[in-house]
Protein backbone atom coordinates (compact mmCIF):
# COMPACT_ATOMS: atom_id res chain seq x y z
CA UNK A 1 0.00 0.00 0.00
CA UNK A 2 1.02 3.51 -0.27
CA UNK A 3 2.14 5.15 2.89
CA UNK A 4 3.65 8.72 4.19
CA UNK A 5 4.85 9.14 7.46
CA UNK A 6 5.14 12.51 9.57
CA UNK A 7 5.26 13.00 13.02
CA UNK A 8 1.81 14.34 14.50
CA UNK A 9 2.52 17.23 16.65
CA UNK A 10 5.95 19.00 17.04
CA UNK A 11 6.64 21.90 19.33
CA UNK A 12 9.38 24.98 18.76
CA UNK A 13 10.37 28.18 20.59
CA UNK A 14 9.84 31.04 18.32
CA UNK A 15 13.40 32.35 16.92
CA UNK A 16 14.24 28.77 16.74
CA UNK A 17 14.76 26.61 13.69
CA UNK A 18 12.65 22.86 13.60
CA UNK A 19 12.26 19.86 11.15
CA UNK A 20 9.99 18.11 10.02
CA UNK A 21 10.25 14.75 8.45
CA UNK A 22 7.95 13.13 5.81
CA UNK A 23 8.81 9.45 5.01
CA UNK A 24 7.18 7.90 2.15
CA UNK A 25 6.23 4.47 0.18
CA UNK A 26 4.62 5.06 -2.55
CA UNK A 27 3.93 3.21 -6.29
CA UNK A 28 5.77 5.72 -8.03
CA UNK A 29 7.56 8.93 -7.58
CA UNK A 30 6.43 12.36 -9.50
CA UNK A 31 7.69 14.67 -6.97
CA UNK A 32 6.84 15.77 -3.37
CA UNK A 33 5.33 18.94 -1.79
CA UNK A 34 4.59 20.52 1.56
CA UNK A 35 1.83 22.67 1.87
CA UNK A 36 1.45 24.67 4.80
CA UNK A 37 -2.47 24.72 6.78
CA UNK A 38 -3.29 27.11 9.62
CA UNK A 39 -6.61 26.12 11.67
CA UNK A 40 -9.77 26.54 9.32
CA UNK A 41 -7.92 27.56 6.55
CA UNK A 42 -7.01 25.79 3.29
CA UNK A 43 -4.00 24.31 2.68
CA UNK A 44 -1.12 26.72 0.76
CA UNK A 45 1.65 25.03 -1.13
CA UNK A 46 5.31 26.06 0.51
CA UNK A 47 7.43 23.39 -2.06
CA UNK A 48 7.90 21.23 -4.21
CA UNK A 49 10.76 18.36 -4.62
CA UNK A 50 11.09 16.04 -7.83
CA UNK A 51 15.04 15.90 -7.28
CA UNK A 52 17.61 14.42 -4.57
CA UNK A 53 18.95 17.90 -2.76
CA UNK A 54 17.91 21.01 -0.67
CA UNK A 55 15.52 23.79 -2.06
CA UNK A 56 15.76 27.41 -0.51
CA UNK A 57 12.65 29.58 -0.23
CA UNK A 58 13.28 32.31 2.23
CA UNK A 59 12.91 31.00 6.05
CA UNK A 60 11.61 27.52 4.17
CA UNK A 61 13.91 25.03 2.76
CA UNK A 62 12.91 21.30 2.07
CA UNK A 63 15.13 18.54 1.52
CA UNK A 64 14.53 15.14 -0.48
CA UNK A 65 16.59 11.65 -0.63
CA UNK A 66 14.33 9.91 -3.15
CA UNK A 67 16.38 6.49 -2.71
CA UNK A 68 15.93 6.97 1.34
CA UNK A 69 11.60 7.79 0.62
CA UNK A 70 12.59 10.54 2.49
CA UNK A 71 12.18 14.48 2.78
CA UNK A 72 12.26 17.32 5.63
CA UNK A 73 10.58 20.80 5.25
CA UNK A 74 13.01 23.12 7.43
CA UNK A 75 11.43 26.58 9.07
CA UNK A 76 13.90 28.73 10.52
CA UNK A 77 13.78 32.23 12.86
CA UNK A 78 10.76 30.63 13.58
CA UNK A 79 7.57 32.94 14.15
CA UNK A 80 4.41 33.04 15.79
CA UNK A 81 2.33 32.90 12.51
CA UNK A 82 4.36 29.54 11.71
CA UNK A 83 2.35 27.79 14.34
CA UNK A 84 -0.12 26.03 11.66
CA UNK A 85 -0.14 22.00 10.21
CA UNK A 86 2.72 20.99 7.67
CA UNK A 87 1.35 18.59 5.41
CA UNK A 88 3.46 16.20 3.01
CA UNK A 89 2.08 14.74 -0.40
CA UNK A 90 4.12 12.68 -2.75
CA UNK A 91 2.48 12.15 -6.35
CA UNK A 92 2.58 8.78 -7.27
CA UNK A 93 2.93 7.22 -10.82
CA UNK A 94 -0.51 8.45 -11.86
CA UNK A 95 0.70 12.12 -10.55
CA UNK A 96 -1.96 11.43 -7.73
CA UNK A 97 -1.26 13.35 -4.68
CA UNK A 98 -1.00 10.81 -1.86
CA UNK A 99 -1.41 13.43 1.36
CA UNK A 100 0.21 12.44 4.92
CA UNK A 101 -1.61 13.31 8.10
CA UNK A 102 -0.09 16.46 8.48
CA UNK A 103 2.24 18.07 11.52
CA UNK A 104 0.84 19.92 13.85
CA UNK A 105 3.42 22.77 14.67
CA UNK A 106 2.84 24.87 18.06
CA UNK A 107 5.27 27.69 18.29
CA UNK A 108 6.11 28.79 21.60
CA UNK A 109 7.05 32.55 22.66
CA UNK B 1 -9.66 38.46 -7.96
CA UNK B 2 -8.15 35.12 -9.39
CA UNK B 3 -8.89 32.02 -7.40
CA UNK B 4 -11.33 28.73 -6.39
CA UNK B 5 -14.40 29.40 -4.70
CA UNK B 6 -16.50 26.75 -2.64
CA UNK B 7 -20.35 27.13 -1.45
CA UNK B 8 -21.71 26.97 1.06
CA UNK B 9 -18.74 27.29 3.75
CA UNK B 10 -20.69 25.37 6.45
CA UNK B 11 -24.16 23.27 6.30
CA UNK B 12 -25.96 21.12 8.55
CA UNK B 13 -27.43 18.25 6.66
CA UNK B 14 -30.40 15.89 7.86
CA UNK B 15 -29.54 12.19 6.73
CA UNK B 16 -30.88 10.79 3.76
CA UNK B 17 -30.85 14.52 2.14
CA UNK B 18 -29.13 14.68 -1.54
CA UNK B 19 -26.87 18.11 -1.31
CA UNK B 20 -24.46 19.64 -3.44
CA UNK B 21 -21.35 21.67 -2.79
CA UNK B 22 -20.34 23.91 -5.42
CA UNK B 23 -17.00 25.14 -6.95
CA UNK B 24 -16.00 27.12 -9.19
CA UNK B 25 -12.36 28.21 -10.59
CA UNK B 26 -11.08 31.18 -12.72
CA UNK B 27 -7.32 29.75 -13.38
CA UNK B 28 -8.39 28.09 -16.44
CA UNK B 29 -6.80 25.15 -14.39
CA UNK B 30 -7.26 21.59 -16.73
CA UNK B 31 -7.31 19.57 -13.39
CA UNK B 32 -9.60 19.39 -10.43
CA UNK B 33 -9.91 17.68 -6.96
CA UNK B 34 -12.61 17.14 -4.49
CA UNK B 35 -10.72 16.16 -1.09
CA UNK B 36 -12.40 15.68 2.39
CA UNK B 37 -10.45 16.14 5.49
CA UNK B 38 -10.94 14.43 8.56
CA UNK B 39 -9.17 14.77 12.26
CA UNK B 40 -6.29 12.58 12.24
CA UNK B 41 -6.13 11.43 8.53
CA UNK B 42 -4.47 12.91 5.61
CA UNK B 43 -6.31 14.51 2.94
CA UNK B 44 -8.63 11.72 0.96
CA UNK B 45 -9.44 12.00 -2.51
CA UNK B 46 -12.84 11.87 -3.40
CA UNK B 47 -13.42 12.16 -6.88
CA UNK B 48 -10.59 14.08 -9.50
CA UNK B 49 -11.14 15.55 -13.30
CA UNK B 50 -8.15 16.06 -15.49
CA UNK B 51 -10.00 17.91 -17.88
CA UNK B 52 -13.17 19.02 -18.69
CA UNK B 53 -15.43 16.46 -19.90
CA UNK B 54 -13.67 13.76 -17.36
CA UNK B 55 -13.64 12.51 -14.16
CA UNK B 56 -12.59 9.42 -11.78
CA UNK B 57 -12.56 8.20 -8.49
CA UNK B 58 -10.40 8.44 -5.88
CA UNK B 59 -9.84 7.03 -2.85
CA UNK B 60 -13.04 7.72 -1.21
CA UNK B 61 -15.68 7.82 -4.06
CA UNK B 62 -18.50 6.23 -2.51
CA UNK B 63 -21.54 7.66 -2.14
CA UNK B 64 -19.81 10.91 -3.90
CA UNK B 65 -21.01 11.78 -7.85
CA UNK B 66 -19.22 14.82 -9.97
CA UNK B 67 -19.45 16.20 -13.04
CA UNK B 68 -17.07 18.24 -15.09
CA UNK B 69 -19.58 20.11 -17.50
CA UNK B 70 -16.90 22.97 -18.54
CA UNK B 71 -13.28 24.07 -16.94
CA UNK B 72 -14.37 26.34 -14.28
CA UNK B 73 -16.84 24.13 -12.08
CA UNK B 74 -16.41 20.82 -10.60
CA UNK B 75 -19.91 20.18 -8.62
CA UNK B 76 -19.67 17.44 -5.93
CA UNK B 77 -23.25 15.98 -5.13
CA UNK B 78 -24.09 13.37 -2.50
CA UNK B 79 -26.54 11.91 -3.04
CA UNK B 80 -28.29 10.18 0.29
CA UNK B 81 -26.46 12.01 3.00
CA UNK B 82 -24.99 9.56 6.01
CA UNK B 83 -23.22 10.69 9.04
CA UNK B 84 -19.69 9.45 8.47
CA UNK B 85 -19.91 11.62 5.45
CA UNK B 86 -19.45 14.61 8.31
CA UNK B 87 -16.05 15.96 6.97
CA UNK B 88 -14.39 19.08 5.98
CA UNK B 89 -14.71 19.38 1.65
CA UNK B 90 -11.87 20.62 0.09
CA UNK B 91 -11.79 21.68 -3.76
CA UNK B 92 -8.78 22.13 -5.74
CA UNK B 93 -7.43 22.88 -8.64
CA UNK B 94 -4.04 22.82 -10.79
CA UNK B 95 -2.58 23.10 -14.02
CA UNK B 96 -1.36 19.69 -14.74
CA UNK B 97 1.07 17.17 -13.08
CA UNK B 98 3.27 17.54 -10.90
CA UNK B 99 1.68 21.82 -10.59
CA UNK B 100 0.74 23.02 -7.24
CA UNK B 101 -2.73 22.76 -6.29
CA UNK B 102 -4.35 25.76 -5.09
CA UNK B 103 -7.91 24.98 -2.70
CA UNK B 104 -10.88 26.25 -1.92
CA UNK B 105 -11.37 27.50 2.04
CA UNK B 106 -13.63 24.47 2.21
CA UNK B 107 -17.04 23.47 3.21
CA UNK B 108 -17.54 22.31 6.45
CA UNK B 109 -20.59 19.37 6.84
CA UNK B 110 -22.49 17.86 9.03
CA UNK B 111 -24.39 15.22 8.41
CA UNK B 112 -27.11 14.51 11.38
Known amino acids: GQNIDQPTEMTATEGAIVQINCTYQ??????LFWYQQHAGEAPTFLSY??LDGLEEKGRFSSFLSRSKGYSYLLLKELQMKDSASYLCAVADSNYQLIWGAGTKLIIKP | IAGITQAPTSQILAAGRRMTLRCTQD?????MYWYRQDLGLGLRLIHYSNTAGTTGKGEVPDGYSVSRANTDDFPLTLASAVPSQTSVYFCASSAGDSTEAFFGQGTRLTVV
Open chain 2, 27 to 31: MRHNA
Open chain 1, 26 to 31: TSGFNG
Open chain 1, 49 to 50: NV
